[in-house]
C-alpha cells in the first residue's frame, strides 16, 4: 500500500496523470487539492443527491480522510477528543478512539482541527492537544505520543491545526511557533510503525511576536530524483532533506515590511517543479525549485499581492487559482503569475476550507456552508451554488465518484458510490 501511495505522490509531482480513488490526507491523494476522477456531482441540498448523512456533535477544521470503505474523522466532543472511523456504504461509526480531553476553543477552530493520515492499513492522527497515535483498521491502538510533553507545550496564538505529512511509512510534523514561547520552532519525523522520533531539527527564524505561528501542513517537492520537505512559516519557506531534516535552502521576502502578525494558516503548494507559497494575503511568491541556500531572489518567479489568507491555493500546472477569505476569485497563470482573470466574487462570506480542483470544476466551500461549483481554466463561469445553511471549516474529499463534506452538523456523501 505504502508503494502505491508513494508511486502516485512521485507521479504527480513529475505533473503526469494519476486515477485518484481515495483520499489519503488533507490535501488528498496527491498532496494537491486535485482529484482525477470523473463525472462528480455539480449540485445538491440538504435532501437531494445526498447518499447518506452522519451527525457530527461540533464543527471541525480536519477534512475527512478516505480509503476504499472506511472514513476516519478527528471529532471534538465537548471537551473531549476522539478519532472516528466510518462506514463509508452506510455511513455509521464503527469505532471511536479517546485522544483524552484539553479540547479548547481558539478563534474559530477547536482541537479537532489537523486531518488524520493513512495508507490503507494503519491510520495517524494528531490533535491540537499534541497527541499523536496510531490504529489499525480494527481500531486496535499500535502506539501513542503526547508531542508536547516530549518538546515542550505548543506557543502558537490560535491552538494547533498542521496535519501531519505521511511519506513511505514516516510521519513528518512540524511545529512552527512564537507568539507565546520562547521555545524553538522544530521539524519531526516519526516511524509510522513504532512511533520513535527518526529526527528533530529545529527551524529558526527571525520573525517576531506572532509571525513565527504557522497552520499550515508541509509538503514534498520532486527535485530531480530526490524528494524534499517544504515547510512553510516564520516569515520563509524552507525545503529540507527527507533522511536527516537538514535544511537546503530558504526563500524570504514573505513578510517585506516585517509585521508582527505575520502569522501564516494556507499551506504550501507544490507542482511541476514550483513552490508556491502563500502568506497574509500579500505577496504570493512562486520559487522554482532546484536551488540551494538562500533562494529569495536567485529562484525567485513572480510575486501576487492579492493572495488568500486562510485558504490554500490550487493548480493543475497551467493555471493558479487563488480564493481570499471574502470569495474573491484569480486566476493566474502558473509559470508567470500573468493574471488570466482577477476579482470575480463568488457568494459572499466568509472562506476558510481550500478549493479543491477535480473534473473540470472548483469547488469552494464558505463558512456559511454554500458550495460554489466554478469551471475550471481561464473563463470565469459559476456553474453551481449549492447551499446546507451549515457552519463549515473543513475542505471537501473526494473518492469513487462521492463528494464528502463536513459541517458543523452532519458529514454529508455527496452523489452515489461508482465503483
Known sequence: MNRIFTGALAACLLGSTVQAENWPQWRGPLLSGISNEKDLPVTWSQTENIAWKLEMPAWSGATPIVWDNHIFLNVAEGENLYL???DRNKGTVLWKRSFGGGNVKMQKQNMSSPSPVTDGKTVWS???TGILKAFDYSGKELWSRNIQKDYGAFGLNHGYASSPLLHDGYLYIQVLHGMKTDDPSYIL????????????????????RESPDSYATPMLLKNGKDLELVVLGG???TGHDLATGKELWR???????????YRMVASPVVWDGVVYAPTRVKPLTAFKAGGRGDIT??????????????????????YFYSINDRGIVYCLDAKTGKEIYGGKRIKPGTYSASPVLADGKIYITSEEGITTVLKAGPEFEILAENNMNEYTLSTIAISDG???????????AIGQRRK
Open 84 to 86: 472516528w472511523a466510518v
Open 126 to 128: 494528531i490533535t491540537g
Open 189 to 208: 519525523k516519526i516511524d509510522g510503525k513504532s512511533g520513535k522520533t527518526i529526527w528533530r531539527v529545529e527551524r529558526p527564524t527571525t520573525a517576531e
Open 235 to 237: 516569515d520563509c519557506i
Open 251 to 261: 526563500g524570504g521576502g514573505l513578510n517585506p515590511d516585517n509585521n508582527p502578525f
Open 297 to 318: 531572489t536567485s529562484h525567485r518567479l513572480w510575486q501576487f499581492n492579492n493572495g488568500p489568507d486562510v485558504p490554500t491555493p490550487v493548480t493543475d500546472g497551467k
Open 402 to 412: 462521492q463528494l464528502f463534506l463536513r459541517t458543523d452538523k452532519y458529514l454529508y
